[in-house]
């Protein structure tokens, strides 16, 4: 189990940035817009699809001690599906809200 832990480790650090933008999101979401929703629901899609990625996957690969990797395609390429879907949530949400943030200063 303590290989297991090593090699989870430094993925922790591809978590930490995608932590650090659900929490923005979630701060942004006091508005209740519709941007603020498509966009905290996109990154939190992000977070899960990374925590699977780099916490799940490895310590699958250490317990059945197998090549995950080839054999469970399906699943990978279901989750790639589900993390293409959340970054264009992410990013239709980012775009809108630009689009909020341009009309707000143009009104003043």
Do not use: H, R, W
């Not at 508005?31 to 929703?37: L, N, P, Q, Y």
């Not at 699977?52 to 699943?75: C, E, G, K, R």
């Amino acid at each position: 189990m303590d290989d297991t832990l090593l090699s989870i480790l430094p993925s922790l650090l591809f978590i930490i940035p995608q932590i650090i933008i659900v929490v923005a999101c979630i701060i942004n979401l006091k508005k209740k817009s519709a941007s603020g929703i498509l966009v905290l629901i996109g990154a939190g899609i992000g977070l899960l699809t990374t925590l699977f990625y780099n916490l799940a996957i490895p310590i699958l690969f250490q317990v059945f001690n197998t090549n995950i990797y080839s054999d469970n395609t399906i699943i990978f390429s279901l989750i790639t599906g589900i993390s293409f879907i959340g970054s264009m949530l992410f990013a239709i949400g980012l775009l809108l809200l630009i689009q909020e943030k341009v009309k707000l200063q143009q009104s003043l």
